[in-house]
T-cell receptor, first 114, second 112 residues
């Protein structure tokens, strides 16, 4: 089992709808979770961090964390064509302060259709 | 303007040649990282460093070497032992003890 798993997609969503991206992880003691957006040919850009169970909202983005079920998700409301990108889930598998290794999923390619 | 600078943007390697990718940051971050990304794949950790003069191997360190002589700089050398070096190389940094990681613009390495 991979440490961090994402559906590679492509995920196609109509403009204005909600895009839902999911990520599961294998290490139960993981403490920190991140979503990065990567446009084609560019480097990843951090869009959300979440550290505790529940929802965290930032503008049109909501991250959801469920440590008991070992999944983290990203919701994008009112999807725009500019949201079309690959979304990478990253997990700190140990959570020991200073040991800041991140494990990345393979990414989900999202396409927003006008 | 604070950030992470990677150079060059594109690099070509000849057979048997070592090449060095530069990564400089002015964010005063303690930790720095090198990742490799292949087409359609996620990021794989090559090496990371949490303090000057110390670094650790990541998941795919074979064929690569690094140094950390200054806090601001973490160059990556792709040696001739790395038989499949064609990839997108990303450097990242983070504040010690605080996440997350921020990335440079990357270097694309190809074989001539």
């Amino acid at each position: 089992q991979k440490e961090v798993e994402q559906n590679s997609g492509p995920l196609s969503v109509p403009e204005g709808a909600i895009a839902s991206l999911n990520c599961t992880y294998s290490d139960r003691v993981s403490q920190s979770f991140f979503w990065y957006r990567q446009y084609s040919g560019k480097s990843p850009e951090l869009i959300m961090s979440i550290y505790s169970n529940g929802d965290k909202e930032d503008g049109r983005f909501t991250a959801q964390l469920n440590k008991a079920s070992q999944y983290v998700s990203l919701l994008i409301r009112d999807s725009q064509p500019s949201d079309s990108a690959t979304y990478l889930c990253a997990v700190n598998p140990v959570g020991i302060q200073g040991a800041q290794k991140l494990v990345f999923g393979q990414g989900t390619r999202l396409t927003i259709n006008p | 303007d604070g950030g992470i600078t990677q150079s060059p943007k594109y690099l070509f390697r000849k057979e048997g040649q070592n090449v060095t990718l530069s990564c400089e940051q002015n964010l005063n971050h303690d930790a720095m990282y090198w990742y490799r990304q292949d087409p359609g794949q996620g990021l794989r950790l090559i090496y990371y460093s949490q303090i000057v003069n110390d670094f650790q191997k990541g998941d795919i360190a074979e064929g690569y070497s690094v140094s950390r002589e200054k806090k601001e700089s973490f160059p990556l050398t792709v040696t001739s032992a790395q038989k499949n070096p064609t990839a997108f190389y990303l450097c990242a940094s983070s504040i010690e003890g605080v996440q997350p990681q921020h990335f440079g613009d990357g270097t694309r390495l190809s074989i001539l």
